[in-house]
Nanobody, 129 residues
Framework: QVQLLESGGGSVQSGGSLRLSCAGSGYAYSTYCMAWFRQVPGKKREGVAHIDSDGTVAYADSVKGRFTISLDKAKSTLSLQMSSLEPEDTAEYYC???????????????????????WGQGTQVTVSS
């Protein structure tokens, strides 16, 4: 059974940095797509960044140049380094994982919530001005 567990959320002032981690267990696929999403109350979950098992990455325009997604296969950990944080980045952040069928379509569907099979419970990030 696949489980994803996020950590690293918290409160920070505008311009600050945070690093989110997502520890995976039971993830036995050799090829896959993973991503970070975020959600604010009353709005649809939006994709922030995605990465495939070969390390190919993509970012939403709103975070490009500020956020970095990475994958440590040996530790089964997905990370999101967030810098130059803005109040608009305040949200609940979720990691998402896909099975082997998601690898080939990661570049096209990596920001689509319904594309992923597994989700973490979320971690709150609050950025104050």
């Amino acid at each position: 059974q696949v489980q994803l567990l996020e950590s690293g959320g918290g409160s920070v002032q505008s311009g600050g940095s945070l690093r989110l981690s997502c520890a995976g267990s039971g993830y036995a696929y050799s090829t896959y797509c993973m991503a970070w999403f975020r959600q604010v109350p009353g709005k649809k979950r939006e994709g922030v960044a995605h990465i495939d098992s070969d390390g190919t990455v993509a970012y939403a325009d709103s975070v490009k140049g500020r956020f970095t997604i990475s994958l440590d296969k040996a530790k089964s950990t997905l990370s999101l380094q967030m810098s130059s944080l803005e109040p608009e980045d305040t949200a609940e952040y979720y990691c998402a994982g896909g099975d082997e069928g998601t690898y080939d379509h990661c570049s096209v569907l990596g920001f689509t919530e319904e594309f992923f099979n597994y989700w973490g419970q979320g971690t709150q990030v609050t950025v104050s001005s």
